[in-house]
């Protein structure tokens, strides 16, 4: 079965980097890893999204596993404005185009 | 630049009835991709739409289906109503494709009694 997971909850301090791992075991080669946060009561935001390499930009940077098979978000400093729900979305495979989302994490930031 | 604008933001209907969404994409954006999102099941992909043609369905049955307009504008259509349809649908449109930066409207948020 495709699959990609994430941990339900993670907490952090504010001014302090926050390592959002997920798992998508199932990515097929050609598709792209992206990462989006939901604010109550909003639709998803973009993050950052890559393909092999790791990637930076003003909001966050992306590190991605050799084999593709696994993904970290990372916040460099994380603020009260970062508590979200982030979402990682991998390929779910077959021809389709099935990108799958994680169920999420929520990510608490304590000042 | 304006967002992406979703209209109903919400609706109330009873088992059995249809509705239809709507979806106005961002100015330029020709893809249009459908979610419905519930807690118990998070994001789903429902289907993405680019230049009036389906590009990629998810795994939802017939009774969920969608449409492109030749100005971008899409509508999903969801017939006979189950109370499991309630949920938030969002759309977001993006220049070319699910594989770029999406940008999502607000969601319709629909409830089925």
């Known amino acids: 079965d495709a699959k990609t997971t994430q941990p339900n909850s993670m907490e952090s301090n504010e001014e302090e980097p926050v390592h959002l791992p997920c798992n998508h075991s199932t990515i097929s080669g050609t598709d792209y890893i992206h990462w989006y946060r939901q604010l109550p009561s909003q639709g998803p935001e973009y993050v950052i999204h890559?393909?092999?390499s790791n990637v930076n930009n003003r909001m966050a940077s992306l590190a991605i596993a050799e084999d593709r098979k696994s993904s970290t978000l990372i916040l460099h400093r994380a603020t009260l404005r970062d508590a979200a729900v982030y979402y990682c979305m991998g390929s779910g495979g077959g021809s389709q185009g099935n990108l799958i989302f994680g169920k999420g994490t929520k990510l608490s930031v304590k000042p | 630049k304006a967002g992406v604008t979703q209209t109903p933001r919400y609706l109330i209907k009873t088992r059995g009835q249809q509705v239809t969404l709507s979806c106005s994409p961002i100015?330029?954006?020709?893809?249009v991709s459908w979610y419905q999102q519930t807690p118990g099941q998070g994001l789903q992909f429902l289907f993405e739409?680019?230049?009036?043609?389906?590009?990629n369905k998810g795994n939802f049955p017939g009774r969920f289906s969608g449409r492109q307009f030749s100005n971008s504008r899409s509508e999903m259509n969801v017939s006979t109503l189950e109370l499991g349809d309630s949920a938030l649908y969002l759309c977001?449109?993006?220049?070319?494709?699910?594989?770029?930066?999406?940008?999502f409207g607000p969601g319709t948020r629909l409830t089925v009694l």
């Open positions: 739409y680019f230049s009036e043609t389906q590009r």
């Open positions: 890559g393909l092999t």
């Open positions: 977001a449109s993006s220049l070319g494709g699910r594989m770029n930066e999406q940008f």
């Open positions: 100015s330029g954006h020709r893809s």
